[in-house]
């Protein structure tokens, strides 16, 4: 195994860095540029992403609350004026019927900003991220990026479909694939299991207890359940491999909550 380190980089850094390895942060995730004015000040970044909406990112170095506000700020600038930038970059494809979305890329999130996220009603991703070199490699610095989940809201505030939230997913594979293993879940117990579509995600549920939620997204989808230690954990499933893994995840932890109920 190749040996690294963790290092520190700016701002400007960073930038450079996420400009040449989008595709890090999301399959499909396309650069548009950086630093442009807007009324509020220069935003960092923007991308347009596979379904071909625009992406303003908001990035920092450091752990700081106020970079919700600052990307809200920049989120309600693009928003107004996203026709314009669709012209302006004709070559990226952005799709200005698409709503935006708002990425927030920094070392670590505090659980406040975690829970203010929870109630706002624009899709916002969070993203950690860490710079590694590798010792026989000490001039280039590597990225790597994990999405956060954001807390689920204690009441949902509308009741959408399943098949809107599945609409998400632009690989048309993945989306039959995520269907079909709704399909498979609801199959083990047509009585007692019941999926539900949530603002963002599905929730999995054997007698009204959640056991699973399948989360989409462009091109593929996650499964949060329980992993073998029993801890909360997300699964990306991209691969045939991925699914079959989470599957079997999946039906052990149906079958330990049946003798709970």
């Known amino acids: 195994m190749r040996k690294y380190k963790v290092v520190d980089v700016s701002e400007q850094q960073l930038e450079e860095m996420i400009g040449n390895s989008s595709v890090l942060i999301e399959d499909g995730l396309v650069y548009v540029d950086h630093q442009r004015r807007t009324d509020r000040g220069p935003f960092d970044v923007l991308f347009v992403d596979s379904g071909k909406a625009l992406v ?3 990035l920092k170095v450091v752990e700081d609350d106020g970079m919700l506000a600052q990307g ?9 004026n ?11 494809r952005i799709d200005p019927t698409q709503k935006p979305r708002l990425f927030l890329i920094a070392p670590s999130f505090s659980s406040l900003l975690l829970n203010r996220c929870k109630w706002i009603d624009i899709p916002v991703s969070l993203f950690t991220y860490q710079c590694i070199e590798f010792d026989d490699k000490p001039n280039e610095t590597i990225p790597v990026f994990k999405e956060l989940t954001i807390p689920s809201r204690p009441e ?20 039959e694939t995520a269907a079909a293993l709704l399909d498979d879940i609801r199959s083990w117990d047509e009585k007692d299991i019941r999926t539900e579509a949530k603002q963002y995600d599905i929730s999995i549920k054997f007698k009204g207890r959640v056991f699973a939620y399948l989360a ?9 359940t329980y992993d073998a230690d029993g ?3 997300g699964f990306p499933i991209r691969s045939g491999e991925d699914l079959e893994n989470t599957r079997k995840l999946l039906r052990k932890n149906y079958e330990e909550e049946k003798p709970k109920t």
Request: proline letters at 4%; a positive charge.
């Open 231 to 233: 801890e909360w954990k």
């Open 216 to 224: 989409p997204r462009r091109k593929h989808f996650v499964v949060y």
């Open 156 to 175: 949902a505030l509308e009741i959408p479909t399943i098949d809107k939230r599945l609409a998400y997913i632009t690989e048309e594979s993945m989306k």
């Open 56 to 58: 303003v990112a908001e």
């Open 82 to 92: 996203v026709e314009g930038y669709a012209r302006a970059y004709k070559n990226k």
């Open 72 to 80: 809200l700020d920049y989120y309600d600038y693009i928003s107004r």
